[in-house]
Structures are given as structure tokens and as C-alpha cells.
């Protein structure tokens, strides 16, 4: 009996004991795991907001702070005047859709398969994007606005926030999908864009966040369906904020000097194409036109002005990264061209770039260096401190952002695949090369058609020098370019 009660009053003593090493160890993990989450929020806390403003068809050239003469961007220009301005940022495919999934995969339109403005939305739902990467990394994230890889406003993979419409949208009273409900607010789309991006922003964040907004505007009216086409009676249809209506009214639209001039030299555009009018003064872009594009710029320069105010009223503004671009350019009259970008010209491949982050980037900071839109995805990757995938084909910016003196890239592929959209470019898909002087088009359906520039003295490229014996060196060296670049990138020379 007593033996048994020894046991017992043992084993009673060897579980105290036990529960007193439980809970020491319990009390002492507890500072360990509040450090811990210290060191999480001090991560976190340490990575960079993001906002990421993407607008639709905006040549480089139209804003204040790239030299327009009445265009009022304050904003936009403050963001390279408290940051950077990169002065040759070129897409590597000039066209919508193929540029927009080239921003989020980080890689060209050969690699990530979105090569034309048909109707991708089954495989742009399967894209490995940068804000998925974010997201799977820590980041909340939302996206608001056009999303146009296909007609389908479903949100895609890797958005805590899911703000779209189906294809272009509409400026008034859109269709909106909000994180998979249907609303319609009232108002001008681009206002309603930027509350949501503001609204966002303004939320309590646990984590380091991503807006990515991407603007409907400056892109006209016009419903495309889906096999890309759209009514081109609409093309010309631009519809800015009813305050905007009548901005820039009275001002002269600059033209360069290629404004309205026959493509001569250019045997792809001299094409006679079914009832087609040879390209020309007479199909160049009207100047109503040009200003009706402008004013819907304005509500973008508004838009920007109140997401620097709401950052700076959270305490966000210096923390946060912001990216301004465009997905590609356009043409107005240039060659006779209107309605159109797609071309390897440089109204149409040249795209605004400006970045404003005072904890890497000096203010006033201006990069000659050749910027595309891949480099965007691994260099937004990299300086949120997540990995940067191995088939990201673009470059991190980083150092060149930080100032650095870095070895750089000497020349980029440009590249487009043929549709049947629109006749007036019918069979011209090419492969390009562009460097510091020379450009090189390659035209793969078109047979003797193709094209070389001397862009230190034809800036305007108006004198097409694949012919001229003084240029063979140059023809072959790009020719020879152009190879390297295909084997780099692992696209099909056809």
C-alpha cells in the first residue's frame, strides 16, 4: 500500500515538474515570438508600396515635363522632377495587349504568347505576373482599371483587389467587376478608377501593398470584339471629363515634320489595299482629334495629384514606389498614319517612363540608357526583395535608378505578329532592331520590303536607306544584331 502511494505522490511530482518546464518554456517563447513579429512589421515596413499607373496609347512626347508646349501635366512632372525621367523607353511590342501582359510577365510577346489584341483571356488568366509573384511573397495587392487581354472582366490570379470591365470599357456609367460583383457607378470612368486607387491606398495595410491602375483613357471610344477589331468611325472618338471639354481650346497641335508626308521609301505602306486612300496630308490625324485625346489626359494629371496627396496624408509618399508609363505610342499623321500604332517607327515603340522613389532615386535624375517595358516586372521584383524569376527577359532598372554607372544594353528587339484587323497594315509583321543609330525592319511576309534608318541624321525616318551602298556595313552589322537578339531571347527569326 505504501509502496503504491510512493508511486503515486512520484508520479504526481514528475508531472508538476513537467508542467512547470511547459510553461517556462511557453513564458520565454513568448518574447521570441513578439520579437518575431516585430521583425515581420520592420520587413515589412522596410519593402516599398508600390503604385504602378499605366495609361492607354500616351505617346511620350505628351506631357509637360517631355517638352509640350501647352500640355499641363504638374503632377506627372513632379514625378520626374522628385525622381527620374528615362528619355528612351521603348515597348518591344507597340500594340495593347501584347505590351500589357510585356509589363507583367517581364518578357517579350514571343515568350509569354499574348501577341496580338484577339481574344486572350483563357491565357492571360494562366500569366505568371509580377504582382502574383508580390502577392505570393507578401504583398496585398489590387488591380483597377483595363485590363485588356481579352473581353473577360473575371479577376485574374494573384489580386486581393479586383476593380475591371470587359475590353475597352466605356468613359460614362461603366460595367464595373468588382472582386466579382457587377456594379455600375455613375460618373467618368477615370474619376471612378482613381477613387477606387485612392479608397485603397487610404485602407488600414498590414502589409506592404501594389495599386496597379490602369487607365482606359487616353484610348478612344470604340467597342473591339473579339477577334480584335472594332468600328473605326469610333476610332476617332475621345471623350474627356465634362471640366475638360473645352482645355487647350485655341492652341496650335505641334506637328513634326514627318506630320502628313507620303511614305516614300516605305514600299509596305505604298500598297495599294482595296479601297484604301494612299497614305498622305489627307489621312493624317485632324487636330480636333489630337486635342480631344489631350483633354482626357487631364483627369489622369488630376488623378495623380490626388493619389501623391493621399500618400502623403497616410504617411505612405516616401515609402512608396511610382511607376508612370504607357502601354505604347500612336501615331498622328506622322507618315500618314492615324488610328494606329503597331509599326517599329518611334511615335509609335517610344513610351514615357517615369519613376519617383526618394529612397533610391535622386531628384531630377535623367537616364539616356535604352528602358523597355520587360525591364519593369524584375525591377519592381527586386526592389521589393522578392525573387525575380529566371525567365523574366528584362532587366532590373535598379542601378540605373540608384545612379549607378552599370554596362548596359546596346541595342532591343522590337517585334509584331500580323493580323487581319486592320487592311491598312495587313501582312506587315516584322522583327526590328533598333541601337544608338541605326534601325533595322524586317517585314516576314513582305519580301523585298524592308526598311533602314539613320536615326542620327533621319530622326523623323524618312529615308529609307536598305538600298544605298553607303549603308551596307550598317545593314549587315543589324542584320547580324538581330540574329544575336533572336538567339538571346529564343524567338523564331519567322
Same mark, same amino acid.
Given at each position: 500500500?505504501?509502496?503504491?502511494?510512493?508511486?503515486?505522490?512520484?508520479?504526481?511530482?514528475?508531472?508538476?515538474?513537467?508542467?512547470?518546464?511547459?510553461?517556462?518554456?511557453?513564458?520565454?517563447?513568448?518574447?521570441?515570438?513578439?520579437?518575431?513579429?516585430?521583425?515581420?512589421?520592420?520587413?515589412?515596413?522596410?519593402?516599398?508600396?508600390?503604385?504602378?499607373?499605366?495609361? %492607354?496609347?500616351?505617346?511620350? %512626347?505628351?506631357?509637360?515635363?517631355?517638352?509640350?508646349?501647352?500640355?499641363?501635366?504638374?503632377?506627372?512632372?513632379?514625378?520626374?522632377?522628385?525622381?527620374?525621367?528615362?528619355?528612351?523607353?521603348?515597348?518591344?511590342?507597340?500594340?495593347?495587349?501584347?505590351?500589357?501582359?510585356?509589363?507583367?510577365?517581364? +518578357?517579350?510577346?514571343?515568350? !509569354?504568347?499574348?501577341?496580338?489584341? #484577339?481574344?486572350?483571356?483563357?491565357?492571360?488568366?494562366?500569366?505568371?505576373?509580377?504582382?502574383?509573384?508580390?502577392? +505570393?511573397?507578401?504583398?496585398?495587392?489590387?488591380?483597377?482599371?483595363?485590363?485588356?487581354?481579352?473581353?473577360?472582366?473575371?479577376?485574374?490570379?494573384?489580386? %486581393?483587389?479586383?476593380?475591371?470591365?470587359?475590353?475597352?470599357?466605356?468613359?460614362?456609367?461603366?460595367?464595373?467587376?468588382?472582386?466579382?460583383?457587377?456594379?455600375?457607378?455613375?460618373?467618368?470612368?477615370?474619376?471612378?478608377?482613381?477613387?477606387?486607387?485612392?479608397?485603397?491606398?487610404?485602407?488600414?495595410?498590414?502589409?506592404?501593398?501594389?495599386?496597379?491602375?490602369? !487607365?482606359?483613357?487616353? !484610348?478612344?471610344?470604340?467597342?473591339?470584339?473579339?477577334?480584335?477589331?472594332?468600328?473605326?468611325?469610333?476610332?476617332?472618338?475621345?471623350?474627356?471629363?465634362?471640366?475638360?471639354?473645352?482645355?487647350?481650346?485655341?492652341?496650335?497641335?505641334?506637328?513634326?515634320?514627318?506630320?502628313?508626308?507620303?511614305?516614300?521609301?516605305?514600299?509596305?505602306?505604298?500598297?495599294?489595299?482595296?479601297?484604301?486612300?494612299?497614305?498622305?496630308?489627307?489621312?493624317?490625324?485632324?487636330?480636333?482629334?489630337?486635342?480631344?485625346?489631350?483633354?482626357?489626359?487631364?483627369?489622369?494629371?488630376?488623378?495623380?495629384?490626388?493619389?501623391?496627396?493621399? #500618400?502623403?496624408?497616410?504617411?505612405?509618399?516616401?515609402?512608396?514606389?511610382?511607376?508612370?508609363?504607357?502601354?505604347?505610342?500612336?501615331?498622328?499623321?506622322?507618315?500618314?498614319?492615324?488610328?494606329?500604332?503597331?509599326?517599329?517607327?518611334?511615335?509609335?515603340?517610344?513610351?514615357?517612363?517615369?519613376?519617383?522613389?526618394?529612397?533610391?532615386?535622386?531628384?531630377?535624375?535623367?537616364?539616356?540608357?535604352?528602358?523597355?517595358?520587360?525591364?519593369?516586372?524584375?525591377?519592381?521584383?527586386?526592389?521589393?526583395?522578392?525573387?525575380?524569376?529566371?525567365?523574366?527577359?528584362?532587366?532590373?532598372?535598379?542601378?540605373?535608378?540608384?545612379?549607378?554607372?552599370?554596362?548596359?544594353?546596346?541595342?532591343?528587339?522590337?517585334?509584331?505578329?500580323?493580323?487581319?484587323?486592320?487592311?491598312?497594315?495587313?501582312?506587315?509583321?516584322?522583327?526590328?532592331?533598333?541601337?544608338?543609330?541605326?534601325?533595322?525592319? !524586317?517585314?516576314?511576309?513582305?519580301?523585298?520590303?524592308?526598311?533602314?534608318?539613320?536615326?542620327?541624321?533621319?530622326?523623323?525616318?524618312?529615308?529609307? #536607306?536598305?538600298?544605298?551602298?553607303?549603308?551596307?556595313?550598317?545593314?549587315?552589322?543589324?542584320?547580324?544584331?538581330?540574329?544575336?537578339?533572336?538567339?538571346?531571347?529564343?524567338?523564331?527569326?519567322?
Amino acid at each position: 500500500m505504501l509502496k503504491r502511494e510512493a508511486v503515486r505522490n512520484q508520479v504526481i511530482r514528475d508531472c508538476v515538474t513537467w508542467l512547470r518546464i511547459i510553461t517556462i518554456s511557453v513564458l520565454l517563447a513568448l518574447p521570441a515570438a513578439g520579437a518575431g513579429r516585430r521583425n515581420q512589421v520592420a520587413a515589412n515596413i522596410s519593402r516599398p508600396n508600390i503604385v504602378f499607373i499605366l495609361i %492607354d496609347d500616351l505617346r511620350w %512626347d505628351e506631357i509637360g515635363v517631355a517638352g509640350h508646349p501647352f500640355i499641363k501635366t504638374p503632377s506627372i512632372d513632379r514625378l520626374a522632377r522628385e525622381g527620374v525621367i528615362f528619355r528612351n523607353a521603348f515597348m518591344t511590342t507597340p500594340l495593347c495587349s501584347p505590351s500589357r501582359a510585356s509589363f507583367l510577365t517581364g +518578357q517579350y510577346a514571343h515568350t !509569354h504568347g499574348i501577341t496580338d489584341n #484577339l481574344d486572350r483571356a483563357a491565357a492571360s488568366h494562366q500569366l505568371v505576373t509580377f504582382p502574383r509573384l508580390l502577392h +505570393q511573397s507578401g504583398y496585398e495587392t489590387a488591380f483597377i482599371g483595363k485590363w485588356h487581354m481579352g473581353n473577360d472582366d473575371r479577376p485574374r490570379p494573384g489580386f %486581393d483587389r479586383w476593380v475591371s470591365f470587359k475590353g475597352q470599357g466605356t468613359y460614362h456609367d461603366p460595367d464595373i467587376n468588382e472582386d466579382g460583383k457587377a456594379v455600375k457607378p455613375s460618373g467618368y470612368i477615370t474619376d471612378i478608377l482613381n477613387g477606387y486607387a485612392i479608397e485603397f491606398i487610404k485602407r488600414k495595410h498590414y502589409k506592404p501593398f501594389l495599386v496597379y491602375l490602369a !487607365h482606359k483613357a487616353i !484610348h478612344p471610344e470604340v467597342t473591339q470584339n473579339n477577334d480584335g477589331s472594332v468600328n473605326i468611325a469610333d476610332a476617332e472618338l475621345f471623350i474627356p471629363a465634362e471640366r475638360h471639354k473645352n482645355l487647350y481650346a485655341g492652341n496650335a497641335i505641334p506637328h513634326r515634320p514627318n506630320y502628313g508626308r507620303a511614305p516614300e521609301g516605305k514600299p509596305a505602306l505604298q500598297r495599294s489595299i482595296g479601297n484604301l486612300p494612299p497614305l498622305g496630308p489627307a489621312t493624317a490625324t485632324r487636330d480636333e482629334t489630337i486635342l480631344g485625346r489631350q483633354r482626357t489626359l487631364a483627369a489622369i494629371e488630376d488623378g495623380v495629384g490626388q493619389i501623391l496627396k493621399t #500618400l502623403k496624408e497616410t504617411g505612405q509618399l516616401d515609402n512608396t514606389v511610382i511607376v508612370f508609363t504607357s502601354d505604347n505610342g500612336y501615331f498622328y499623321g506622322e507618315h500618314g498614319l492615324s488610328v494606329e500604332r503597331r509599326l517599329a517607327y518611334e511615335e509609335s515603340i517610344r513610351m514615357p517612363l517615369l519613376v519617383r522613389y526618394p529612397k533610391l532615386v535622386k531628384p531630377g535624375t535623367v537616364r539616356n540608357e535604352f528602358a523597355l517595358n520587360i525591364d519593369l516586372a524584375p525591377t519592381l521584383l527586386s526592389m521589393a526583395g522578392a525573387q525575380v524569376p529566371g525567365n523574366m527577359q528584362g532587366r532590373s532598372l535598379a542601378p540605373l535608378l540608384k545612379g549607378e554607372k552599370v554596362k548596359w544594353r546596346d541595342s532591343f528587339l522590337i517585334e509584331y505578329y500580323s493580323d487581319k484587323v486592320f487592311p491598312r497594315i495587313l501582312q506587315m509583321g516584322y522583327k526590328a532592331v533598333r541601337n544608338g543609330r541605326w534601325k533595322y525592319i !524586317h517585314y516576314l511576309e513582305l519580301g523585298g520590303m524592308d526598311e533602314l534608318y539613320d536615326l542620327k541624321s533621319d530622326p523623323y525616318e524618312m529615308n529609307n #536607306l536598305i538600298t544605298d551602298p553607303g549603308a551596307a556595313r550598317a545593314l549587315a552589322e543589324m542584320k547580324q544584331e538581330m540574329e544575336r537578339l533572336l538567339k538571346e531571347t529564343s524567338a523564331n527569326p519567322g
